[in-house]
Nanobody
Framework: VQLQASGGGLVQPGGSLRLSCAVHGRISSVNGWGWYRQPPGKQRELVAAVTVGLRTQYADSVQGRFTMSRDNDDHSVYLQMNSLKLDDSAVYYC??????????WGKGTLVTVSS
């Protein structure tokens, strides 16, 4: 199974991007998914994540601006990012968790917010 993140790019502050995470291969079941990011020179951090049956958790810094969604048929995961800020610049990674303990990661897509 491989995850392929796409949709990153260069955007001006205040702009929007929609990231996609495609799943290549078969995942029998999914019990969690999310997006993480790693700003330049910093550690990877949570952007949005959810476990089946629980509420989606968003980082405080993106709450109200970012929305995560998922396609139940093919497990694709999306991240709609609005009102982008300079601090949102990072490599964004998608993550899918499959029981009992499989943890899949995409290679990441670069988002650069700059005027």
């Amino acid at each position: 199974v491989q995850l392929q993140a796409s949709g990153g790019g260069l955007v001006q502050p205040g702009g929007s991007l929609r990231l996609s995470c495609a799943v290549h291969g078969r995942i029998s079941s999914v019990n969690g998914w999310g997006w993480y990011r790693q700003p330049p020179g910093k550690q990877r951090e949570l952007v949005a994540a959810v476990t089946v049956g629980l509420r989606t958790q968003y980082a405080d810094s993106v709450q109200g601006r970012f929305t995560m969604s998922r396609d139940n048929d093919d497990h694709s995961v999306y991240l709609q990012m609005n009102s982008l800020k300079l601090d949102d610049s990072a490599v964004y990674y998608c993550n899918i968790k499959s029981p009992p303990d499989m943890d899949y990661w995409g290679k990441g897509t670069l988002v650069t917010v700059s005027s």
